[in-house]
């Protein structure tokens, strides 16, 4: 069995005006904020970047119970 990959966190330091209006414009989208800026950030032009986060995105695992 694979061990499974280490995930982490990292903290963007805004206001709660910001965070909130960004959550709502996610929202409106039916993105998570985390969803929001990954792809905000794959439009920066990097190809490595843009990879690695649409690979993230696709094995990223849907909200809700985990299916057996």
């Known amino acids: ?6 995930r982490t966190r990292f903290q963007i ?6 965070r909130d209006l960004a959550k709502e414009v996610a929202a ?3 993105m998570k904020l985390t ?3 990954l792809h ?3 439009k920066e032009g990097d190809p490595r970047l843009t990879k ?17």
């Open 1 to 6: 069995m694979a061990t499974p990959k280490k």
């Open 13 to 18: 330091d805004a206001s709660i005006e910001l």
């Open 28 to 30: 409106t989208r039916r």
């Open 35 to 37: 969803e929001f800026v």
């Open 40 to 42: 905000a950030l794959s």
């Open 52 to 68: 690695l986060i649409a690979k993230e995105l696709k094995d990223k695992q849907p909200p809700g119970r985990p299916q057996k």
